[in-house]
Protein backbone atom coordinates (compact mmCIF):
# COMPACT_ATOMS: atom_id res chain seq x y z
CA UNK A 1 0.00 0.00 0.00
CA UNK A 2 1.08 3.44 -0.59
CA UNK A 3 0.70 7.29 0.53
CA UNK A 4 0.72 9.64 -3.06
CA UNK A 5 0.86 13.11 -2.67
CA UNK A 6 0.03 14.76 -6.07
CA UNK A 7 1.15 17.94 -7.37
CA UNK A 8 -2.14 19.90 -6.37
CA UNK A 9 -1.47 18.11 -2.39
CA UNK A 10 -4.30 15.96 -2.09
CA UNK A 11 -2.87 12.56 -0.47
CA UNK A 12 -4.67 8.90 -1.81
CA UNK A 13 -3.92 5.74 -1.15
CA UNK A 14 -3.17 3.11 -3.81
CA UNK A 15 -2.77 -0.68 -3.42
CA UNK A 16 -0.69 -2.38 -5.54
CA UNK A 17 -0.06 -6.19 -5.88
CA UNK A 18 2.14 -7.39 -3.96
CA UNK A 19 2.89 -11.21 -2.84
CA UNK A 20 0.90 -13.29 -0.11
CA UNK A 21 3.25 -13.59 2.46
CA UNK A 22 3.78 -9.83 2.57
CA UNK A 23 0.11 -8.72 2.25
CA UNK A 24 -1.06 -11.08 4.92
CA UNK A 25 2.18 -10.37 7.19
CA UNK A 26 1.13 -5.97 6.92
CA UNK A 27 -2.28 -7.47 7.61
CA UNK A 28 -3.88 -6.95 4.18
CA UNK A 29 -6.43 -9.68 3.39
CA UNK A 30 -7.39 -11.59 0.48
CA UNK A 31 -10.13 -11.32 -1.46
CA UNK A 32 -11.88 -14.93 -1.16
CA UNK A 33 -13.77 -14.22 -4.54
CA UNK A 34 -10.40 -13.38 -6.85
CA UNK A 35 -7.72 -15.23 -4.91
CA UNK A 36 -6.33 -18.58 -6.61
CA UNK A 37 -5.81 -22.04 -5.22
CA UNK A 38 -1.80 -21.07 -5.41
CA UNK A 39 -2.44 -17.82 -3.26
CA UNK A 40 -5.35 -19.21 -1.47
CA UNK A 41 -2.75 -22.39 -0.66
CA UNK A 42 -0.38 -19.43 1.40
CA UNK A 43 -3.47 -18.79 4.03
CA UNK A 44 -2.60 -19.89 7.24
CA UNK A 45 -4.85 -23.11 7.75
CA UNK A 46 -5.21 -23.41 4.10
CA UNK A 47 -3.73 -26.09 2.45
CA UNK A 48 -3.82 -27.33 -0.87
CA UNK A 49 -7.11 -29.43 -0.64
CA UNK A 50 -8.67 -26.76 0.69
CA UNK A 51 -7.81 -24.36 -1.14
CA UNK A 52 -9.07 -26.18 -4.50
CA UNK A 53 -12.21 -26.75 -2.45
CA UNK A 54 -12.83 -23.13 -1.84
CA UNK A 55 -12.34 -22.60 -5.60
CA UNK A 56 -14.92 -25.00 -6.73
CA UNK A 57 -17.31 -23.85 -4.38
CA UNK A 58 -16.96 -20.27 -5.49
CA UNK A 59 -17.23 -21.42 -9.44
CA UNK A 60 -20.37 -23.40 -8.31
CA UNK A 61 -21.84 -20.34 -6.39
CA UNK A 62 -20.75 -18.18 -8.77
CA UNK A 63 -19.05 -16.20 -5.58
CA UNK A 64 -19.46 -15.73 -1.79
CA UNK A 65 -21.70 -13.22 -0.55
CA UNK A 66 -20.33 -14.01 3.03
CA UNK A 67 -17.15 -15.75 4.69
CA UNK A 68 -20.06 -18.31 6.60
CA UNK A 69 -20.16 -20.01 2.88
CA UNK A 70 -16.97 -21.08 3.62
CA UNK A 71 -18.42 -23.74 6.35
CA UNK A 72 -20.09 -25.47 2.64
CA UNK A 73 -16.88 -26.82 1.97
CA UNK A 74 -15.60 -30.27 3.30
CA UNK A 75 -13.20 -29.51 6.06
CA UNK A 76 -14.12 -26.33 7.08
CA UNK A 77 -16.11 -25.77 10.12
CA UNK A 78 -17.62 -22.35 11.83
CA UNK A 79 -14.38 -22.76 14.23
CA UNK A 80 -11.95 -22.49 10.95
CA UNK A 81 -13.87 -19.67 9.35
CA UNK A 82 -12.99 -17.74 12.64
CA UNK A 83 -9.37 -18.23 12.44
CA UNK A 84 -9.52 -17.48 8.99
CA UNK A 85 -11.43 -14.29 8.74
CA UNK A 86 -8.26 -12.08 9.60
CA UNK A 87 -6.46 -13.59 6.68
CA UNK A 88 -9.50 -13.04 3.89
CA UNK A 89 -12.26 -10.76 2.64
CA UNK A 90 -15.29 -10.41 0.15
CA UNK A 91 -14.63 -7.43 -2.14
CA UNK A 92 -11.36 -5.85 -3.46
CA UNK A 93 -8.65 -3.97 -1.10
CA UNK A 94 -8.56 -1.42 -3.89
Sequence with gaps: MQIIIDPRGFACQRVEWMAV???????????????????????????????????ALRF??????????LCEVK???PATVRRLKPYLTLGTND
Excluded: C, T, Y
Design 21 to 55: PLRLALGVPLDVNQASVAELSQVPGINHKLADGIV
Design 60 to 69: RKGGFSKLEN
Design 75 to 77: GIG
